[in-house]
């Protein structure tokens, strides 16, 4: 199996701890989906969560490595890649979108290597003085690895911009109690998506409603979920 790696939320009222959110954007009131998912939420949270970012393959296992290394140190634990799910602090979404906007320039010395495992943002490149020139262009193969590591290091800029406007979506909440929805698609925010974020994950309208009027009155909670 190959890896995946998403970042999940989950909505819940302060007031009540009750969740409002589900992990699916085909639930909807009338659905047999949706009847199935207010029986097992009780029993299995896993209803509860919905896709926020999602990568897989060596991309993924590039990003998991920064990511869990910054959530050890904001929430003082040992998480492992071999860990399948990690709470994700919402405290640490900058430093996280930080690194991933990083990974958009990698460094010459790896970015043509197989399964290179760093960018610029670690600290075992950061402590090195990367004044690599450019490799040498003599064969169509090396022509071919260019293209494919510039497609990568595109997919890194947009997962960025999506955390960004996540964490922009937060803020306007948190400090002027207003939510402004983004594009989302399947598997989560998505600059040409045809879903609403967050409004196809609170299926109860009277939810969404309330949520509208004021979002401050509700809890976010994050995970990374490495799945592989």
């Known amino acids: 199996m190959g890896l995946d790696l998403y970042i999940e939320a989950k909505i819940t009222e302060k007031a009540t701890g ?14 047999k989906a949706f009847k ?7 029993e299995d949270e896993e209803y509860d969560w919905f896709g926020v970012v999602w990568t897989f393959g060596d991309n993924a296992r590039r990003l998991r490595n920064s990511w869990i290394e910054i959530i050890n140190r904001y929430m003082k634990t040992e998480y492992l890649n071999k860990d399948f799910i990690i709470p994700l602090p919402q405290s640490a979404l ?22 290179t495992e760093c960018g610029f943002w670690d600290i075992e490149q950061r402590e090195k ?6 490799s040498v262009c003599d064969s169509e193969d090396t022509y071919r690895k260019w293209d494919y590591l ?6 890194f800029l947009l997962l960025a911009e999506s955390l960004r406007d996540l964490i922009y979506l937060l803020e306007r909440i948190n400090y002027e109690n207003k939510y402004i929805p983004l594009k989302s ?9 045809r879903l609403v974020f967050v409004d196809e994950y609170i299926t109860e309208k009277t939810d969404l409603e309330k949520f509208k009027e004021d979002p401050q009155a509700y809890e976010w909670s994050f995970r990374i979920w490495n799945s592989y």
């Open 150 to 155: 510039s497609g990568s290091e595109n997919h």
């Open 185 to 193: 698609n399947d598997d989560g925010l998505c600059e040409t998506g």
């Open 18 to 31: 009750r969740c409002i959110s589900v992990c699916d954007n085909s639930y909807s009131e009338n659905s």
């Open 36 to 42: 199935g998912h207010i029986k097992n939420r009780e």
């Open 94 to 115: 900058r430093e996280i979108c930080s690194s991933t906007f990083s990974y958009a320039c990698l460094p010459e010395e790896n970015r043509f290597a197989d399964g």
């Open 129 to 134: 003085e990367n004044n690599i020139p450019y």
